[in-house]
C-alpha cells in the first residue's frame, strides 16, 4: 500500500498563462454574487504578483427583487435589473475590470449559442437545483478535450451547494491533468465529479427552487452568513491552486450550525 500523501499539482496553465484565466461563474444568487466579489479581490491580487489575471463571465437569467435584498448586495435601485448585469456593472466600475455579464442559463439547451462564452478554465458553479447540477456536468464532459487552445480548455470544475445551515464546496478536474513526477507525494490526476462520486446522494434530494417572496421568507430557506461563508472558503481552495501550486484537499463539508468544516482529501 502506497503510505505518501496524496497530492494534487495545479495545471501548468493556471501558474503561468499567457492570457487571462477565462472563468465562467454560473449562478449570481447568494453564493455567486459574493463568489464573484472573491474572484475580483484573488484577480487583484493575482495581478500585483505579477500573474495575468482572470476574465469572467457571469450567468444568470434571474432578475433582482426586493427578497433578494440583505442577504444578497443589491440596492433599492437594481431592483428589477438582471441579477448578472447589476452585479458586473458594479464590479467593473469598482476595480476597473471589463468582465462579462451573461442574461442566459448556463445549460446544455443554449451552451451551442455562446461558443466562445461557453468555454473556460475553470467552472464554478452556484446553483439551486440538483437538475441543474447534472446539467452543467453533462456540459462539462461534452467540454473534456474540445479545445486545442489553452485559453479555452476546460481544466476545473469548482461546485457549491448548500442548505439553510450547511453546505459544501468540492472541486473537480475536467478529464485529467497531467501531473509531475514526484518523490514526495503520490500524485492525482483525476478528481471526480460530485455528479459522479454524490450521484446518488444527489438523485435522492427534491429540487426547491420556488422563488422567496420576502426577505424573512428566504432566511428560512438559508441561514445569512452560510453563502458568504462558502464563497470565502471555496475561493480560499482555488487560490491555493494559484499560489501554492498544489493541494491535498478538493473540497469540504460544512455545517454552519455547529461551526463544524469537515475537509475532503484528494485521494
Not at 192 to 204: G, I, N, R, S, Y
Not at 212 to 235: H, P, R, W, Y
Not at 245 to 259: D, I, Q
Request: aromatic share 8%; glycine share 6%; with cysteine.
Amino acid at each position: 500500500m502506497n503510505s505518501q500523501k496524496a497530492m494534487h499539482y495545479t495545471d501548468n496553465y493556471l501558474i503561468n498563462p499567457a492570457n487571462p484565466i477565462m472563468v465562467n461563474l454560473i449562478g449570481a444568487g447568494g453564493t455567486g454574487s459574493r463568489m464573484l466579489t472573491e474572484l475580483a479581490r484573488m484577480n487583484h491580487s493575482l495581478i500585483a504578483l505579477g500573474h495575468a489575471g482572470l476574465q469572467v463571465n457571469l450567468f444568470d437569467d434571474d432578475v433582482v427583487t426586493t427578497a433578494n435584498q440583505g442577504r444578497q448586495l443589491f440596492a433599492d435601485a437594481e431592483v428589477g435589473l438582471p441579477k448578472a448585469v447589476a452585479l458586473i456593472n458594479r464590479l467593473n466600475r469598482f476595480f476597473g475590470t471589463s468582465w462579462k455579464a451573461v442574461t442566459e442559463k448556463f445549460s446544455s439547451s443554449n451552451l451551442k449559442s455562446l461558443p466562445e462564452r461557453g468555454k473556460a478554465n475553470i467552472y464554478i458553479s452556484c446553483v439551486d437545483t440538483v437538475t441543474a447540477r447534472f446539467d452543467i456536468a453533462t456540459c462539462l464532459k461534452d467540454c473534456t478535450g474540445s479545445s486545442n487552445f489553452q485559453r479555452t480548455k476546460s481544466l476545473y470544475w469548482l461546485d457549491i451547494g448548500n442548505s439553510q445551515n450547511t453546505g459544501q464546496a468540492i472541486l473537480s478536474t475536467i478529464g485529467e491533468i497531467k501531473q509531475p513526477n514526484s518523490n514526495l507525494y503520490r500524485t492525482v490526476t483525476n478528481l471526480p465529479m460530485v455528479t459522479d462520486e454524490f450521484k446518488e446522494l444527489l438523485e435522492a434530494q427534491s429540487d426547491n427552487n420556488e422563488p422567496s417572496c420576502s426577505v424573512a421568507e428566504a432566511l428560512e430557506k438559508q441561514d445569512l452568513f452560510i453563502n458568504s461563508t462558502l464563497a470565502n472558503m471555496g475561493a480560499s481552495l482555488l487560490w491555493k491552486l494559484f499560489r501554492e501550486g498544489m493541494t491535498s484537499h478538493r473540497g469540504f463539508f460544512l455545517n454552519l450550525a455547529n461551526f463544524k468544516s469537515e475537509p475532503l482529501a484528494v485521494g
